[in-house]
Structures are given as C-alpha cells and as structure tokens.
T-cell receptor, first 111, second 118 residues
C-alpha cells in the first residue's frame, strides 16, 4: 500500500527566505507526482506535476524535484512571500487513476 | 471555462438525513474523481468515473454512499442516513488523457463541499 509522508508538518519562516518542503513515498512505482496548494477552507490548486520519467519541474519561484529510486520529492520555494502562506500537499499516482496524498505541510511566511 | 465547480459549497444536515452533492468537471475532461478530506488530513480517494462508467470505488465508500455520472458530464454523490463521522470536505477533481504517454495527467480540483452533520 502506497503511503506518503510530508515533513515538516508545519514551518514558519521570515519573508524573503528560500525554503524546501519534503515529501517521501513508500512505493517507487508511480506514474507521476503532483504538488498542490490549499488555502484554509478551500479546494486544491495544482502547482506542479512531475511525470515519472522527469527529474524536475519549474514554475516561477517554485521548483519541484523527483527521485523515484529513493522515493522522495522536494518543493523549493524561492524568495518566500506572505502570500505563499498555505498548506502544501504532495500526492503520487500509483497508476493513472487516483492520487494518494500526504497530510501536508502548513507554511507560514511572516512579513 | 472556469474550472471544476461544486454545489453546494456548504451543507449542514441532521444525522439520519440524506444529502446530495453535485460536481461539474472541466468540459473536455472525461475522468472525474471524488475525494474526502477531514481536518488536518490529506484528501482520501473515494471513487472515479471515466465518462459514465464508475471504474473504481474505495473501501471508504460504504453502502450508504452512491455516486453517478449520467451521460458522462456532471456527477452526483449521495450520502444516505448521514452520520456525524461523514462530516468532512468532499472534493471533486477532473482530468483528461494527455501527451504522448496517453496517461491521465494533472488532476484539477473544485472548491469542495463542506458537510457538517449535527
């Protein structure tokens, strides 16, 4: 059974700092990995999708990497801003169907 | 097209009542998924459709839950005889087959329906 773990559960940083969020998964046989952002009481916003054959994806200040063999992914956020405050969720797709999610990392960026 | 929509956004009901939620996917997406999220947890998969066919159901989907997707467009999720443990955010997502891989790639989520069972 695929399990996804996100560390840390919560993170508080000053504005402008670069930061890394971690995601690990137990079964390396995945089709893709997706990072999401969730604001309190809201739905999920897709940030980045990494296919199993890819090593990383970039969008603006965000960079996500994938190491299938070690079962790890990282989300790097450059020059953090207060508007980046949210919960960040990592999800893997064991097949091309459902997503299996971690519990998320709650990020607070202080002005 | 503005993305996945869900209705209602909030529902408060009494234990034992039936509730129904609706999801409208992105128009060209033929896969539709339902997830449930409780406080402090990540979303958990419930079921998914490809066009009108329901292809997989999680063991979380007890016999009180039923989902439909008539004509392969919008979907409904009904919960019968609600229990307090059903209180959660119900999320809908959609996707389409993409790229040379032919895999169903990125899932796009709606705003969710928050259910409170008193």
């Amino acid at each position: 059974k695929q399990e996804v773990t996100q560390i840390p559960a919560a993170l508080s940083v000053p504005e402008g700092e670069n930061l890394v969020l971690n995601c690990s998964f137990t079964d390396s046989a995945i089709y893709n990995l997706q990072w999401f952002r969730q604001d309190p009481g809201k739905g999920l916003t897709s940030l980045l999708l990494i296919q199993s054959s890819q090593r990383e994806q970039t969008s603006g200040r965000l960079n996500a990497s994938l190491d299938k063999s070690s079962g790890r992914s990282t989300l790097y956020i450059a020059a953090s801003q207060p508007g980046d405050s949210a919960t960040y969720l990592c999800a893997v797709s064991p097949g091309s169907e459902k997503l299996v999610f971690g519990k998320g990392t709650k990020l607070t960026v202080n002005p | 097209d503005t993305g996945v929509s869900q209705d209602p956004r909030h529902k408060i009901t009494k234990r034992g009542q039936n509730v129904t939620f609706r999801c409208d996917p992105i128009s060209e997406h033929n896969r539709l998924y339902w997830y449930r999220q409780t406080l402090g947890q990540g979303p958990e998969f419930l079921t998914y459709f490809q066009n009108e066919a329901q292809l997989e159901k999680s063991r979380l989907l007890s016999d009180r839950f039923s989902a439909e997707r008539p004509k392969g467009s919008f979907s409904t999720l009904e919960i019968q005889r609600t229990e307090q443990g059903d209180s959660a955010m119900y999320l809908c997502a959609s996707s389409k087959r993409g790229g040379t891989s032919g895999l169903y790639n990125e899932q796009f989520f709606g705003p969710g329906t928050r259910l409170t069972v008193l």
